[in-house]
């Protein structure tokens, strides 16, 4: 089968579209045709090598985090699943590869399609879907009545959880550029600050919640616009010692953890707030939640550009840039 394949670790490298056996099938896992995949800066994080001692993929591997298809077979202790059903999914860490045009999957980590969206639209939904209900709903127990700020509110996971936050009852603010303030106001925004002329810090006080997806002085910044008992949900890092805990990290590496995440955690306890590391994790079940939400016309998608496969580093070269509105897609079927 076609695949685009990460040879080496190297920063901005172009990933190879290759010739790759089809995977194999294990006891609990589907088969999956490929009909479209997204793509996220975590593909690009992870080629260049920056999370290559948290997740160690051993080059060659195929690269991909998002996509939608349909099942064309299942192991013998699959019983949700059968062929031709339209699903979708995150695959989990260690087991990645959508961009391909096959790619096999724990069935835990996969859900039914929404019924009314296409295949390149469901696509661009389990990574930042996941990672809006895991950040707001798990993590951060957002309720109704409360503030939430989330940051780059145009971008894949912002445009998803700006949706989410307001379904659960919360007043939402954002960043964006100009441009883009009307979009993020459709959405559901409350308050939108353009990133390029207010700073933030200025604006906003009182928080419940921030989702922080920028770098550490902008995660700084965020510390300061919550209330005593408010809660930082980092997405960007820096892990902390309870990912390290959770990933069963070795302990030199748990140690290092530690001293990356020292500052702020400290400075969020000077605060009376929290500080907490996210990295979003595959779960077939949440994303049947969010498939309910979605059907019921709560959240949609939004979708930037769609790519053919054979333009998958140009399509990763685009979401680079930083400008694009939601998701970018792949069509591989």
Do not use: C
Request: net charge positive; proline share 5%; no cysteine.
């Amino acid at each position: 089968m076609k695949a685009f394949i990460v040879d080496r670790y190297a920063k901005n490298a172009r990933l190879r579209l290759g010739e790759v056996p089809e995977p194999e099938v294990r006891e609990n896992d589907v088969l999956v045709q490929i009909h479209a995949a997204s793509l996220n800066l975590l593909d690009s994080k992870i080629r260049d090598g920056e999370f290559k001692l948290i997740l160690p993929y051993r080059p060659p591997f195929v690269a991909g985090h998002d996509m939608a298809g349909t099942v064309i077979r299942v192991g013998s202790k699959v019983r949700q699943f059968k062929p031709g059903d339209e699903v979708y999914a995150r695959p989990r860490d260690g087991r990645v590869g959508a961009f391909a045009e096959y790619i096999a999957i724990n069935d835990a980590d996969v859900a039914l399609k929404p019924k009314n969206l296409s295949m390149e639209e469901a696509a661009s939904i389990p990574l930042v879907g996941l990672t809006a209900w895991q950040a707001l709903v798990e993590r951060a127990k957002l309720k109704k009545g409360q503030k939430v700020f989330i940051q780059a509110g145009s971008g894949g996971v912002g445009t998803f959880a700006i949706q989410l936050a307001k379904h659960l009852g919360a007043t939402v603010a954002t960043t964006t550029s100009a441009s883009n303030m009307d979009m993020v106001r459709n959405l559901g925004a409350d308050v939108v600050i353009d990133y390029k002329k207010d700073d933030f810090e200025k604006v906003l006080s009182g928080y419940d919640v921030v989702l922080n997806s920028q770098d550490n002085k902008t995660l700084e910044k965020s510390l300061r616009v919550l209330k005593p008992g408010g809660v930082a949900v980092s997405i960007s890092g820096p892990p902390d010692p309870e990912f390290a805990r959770e990933k069963g990290l070795s302990m030199v590496l748990r140690l290092v953890l530690r001293l990356l995440s020292a500052g702020v955690r400290r400075r969020a306890k000077r605060a009376g707030v929290r500080y907490s590391f996210l990295f979003m994790a595959a779960n077939g079940e949440q994303l049947t939640k969010i498939t309910s939400l979605i059907e019921t016309g709560v959240i949609r998608p939004v979708i930037d550009r769609v790519f053919p496969l054979e333009q998958t580093n140009e399509a990763l070269a685009y979401i680079e840039q930083g400008r694009a509105k939601g998701k970018v897609v792949i069509k591989v079927k």
